[in-house]
């Protein structure tokens, strides 16, 4: 079997994204990359969405940029601007197309369906694929999406809706998220902060259809598109390893309180790839300490109080919607970080601090 210098297992956002940032910077010109992916094809099944608050290598990829969002509770809906830093989405289609196109240029670099296709013994291994201990305690971010297409015009696509709490809750935290991508194409979500275990939650199309026709008042339309899929709100199990780092969700790059990946990837790779040379002895890239702490009592408040938790999201954005995208997006300072703490529900998150 083949030796190669390189191994990424999962050729998914995380493996490809690294894949892309080490072959444009040319470290695979004398080095082979073998990935294992097993997927028969590439198409799109995930829409990757985000603050901009850094540069990465898909602008190309996006299907729309964002400078204005709400937020919604019952009976109030606050209106906000992210000038500075626009929310974006990224369609999983034209990234992978992008990426594959470019990977097949490079002869260094090959795709295998099973790990056990090759000797892996003398490489250096990115893994992608997580090892969880789930158990029932654990909270996910679990999700229903689907694109829908109106004959008329019926959305306002100058501003998307980031939170609507005005739905059901059933003992959780639950909202509704809409990305108009024009004024007759939009994805509509169902998003759940919960357990996995509680499946009366996961009646997602009739969710859907009740929002869209009762809530959005919309009748006349065609389904484009569906996603699902569900992140956990908790790190893998990360065993640290002289020839593996682990990468993506698996090397504990999502945001726990937000469920954001996509920028914490690029960065991680962006890191591996000015470390390549050296990569063995690399120190391991984590998001800041200071938000690890700050998301465990976040997630804490939301657990025990899901009831309360649409008025402290409502909240937290009131003021600076740029001072909490910086806190959410790993890119605030202390004064930044204190001015969002201090928002917060104080006696609750201290009672979740020492718990």
Not at 17 to 37: D, G, M, R, V
Not at 77 to 105: A, M, V, W
Not at 326 to 332: A, D, E, P, R, T
């Amino acid at each position: 079997m083949k030796d190669f210098d390189y191994i990424i297992i999962g050729g998914g956002c995380s493996g490809l994204s690294l894949a892309y940032e080490l072959q444009i910077h040319k470290k695979l010109e004398n080095k082979t990359l073998a990935i294992i992916e097993p997927r028969p094809e590439y198409k799109k099944d995930k829409t990757w969405s985000f603050w901009k608050v850094s540069d990465h290598n898909f602008d190309d990829c996006t299907k729309k940029n964002w400078k204005n969002f709400s937020i919604n509770i019952p009976n109030n809906t606050n209106h906000l601007e992210c000038n500075d830093y626009p929310y974006q989405s990224i369609d999983s289609g034209l990234f992978y197309e992008k990426i594959n196109n470019r990977l097949k240029k490079n002869n260094n670099i090959s795709f295998f369906k099973n790990l056990n296709e090759i000797n892996s013994k003398n490489s250096f291994i990115f893994n992608s694929v997580p090892s969880f201990k789930v158990s029932d305690n654990n909270l996910w971010q679990h999700f229903y999406g689907i694109e829908i297409e109106t004959k008329n015009n019926f959305f306002d696509d100058t501003i998307f809706n980031l939170m609507d709490f005005d739905c059901q809750q059933r003992q959780s935290v639950h909202f509704f998220y809409t990305l108009p991508y024009s004024n007759n194409k939009a994805l509509v979500e169902t998003t759940w902060l919960s357990k996995m275990n509680d499946n009366s939650q996961k009646d997602y199309e009739n969710q859907i259809v009740n929002y869209i026709e009762k809530q959005l008042r919309l009748k006349d339309y065609k389904i484009t598109y569906k996603e699902e899929g569900a992140i956990p709100l908790f790190y893998p199990s990360y065993l640290k390893e002289h020839n593996k780092i682990n990468i993506g969700t698996a090397g504990c790059m999502t945001r726990l309180s937000t469920g954001y990946t996509f920028l914490n990837i690029q960065e991680h790779s962006k890191y591996i790839r000015k470390n390549i040379e050296n990569i063995k002895n690399a120190k391991i890239f984590r998001i800041d300490k200071k938000y690890q702490f700050l998301d465990k009592i976040f997630l804490r408040v939301l657990e025990k109080y899901p009831k309360k938790m649409p008025d402290i999201f409502f909240k937290m954005f009131m003021g600076s919607p740029k001072t909490v995208i910086k806190f959410l997006s790993n890119k605030s300072n202390f004064l930044e970080d204190l001015s969002i703490i201090l928002k917060m529900p104080k006696w609750i998150f201290i009672r979740a601090l020492f718990k």
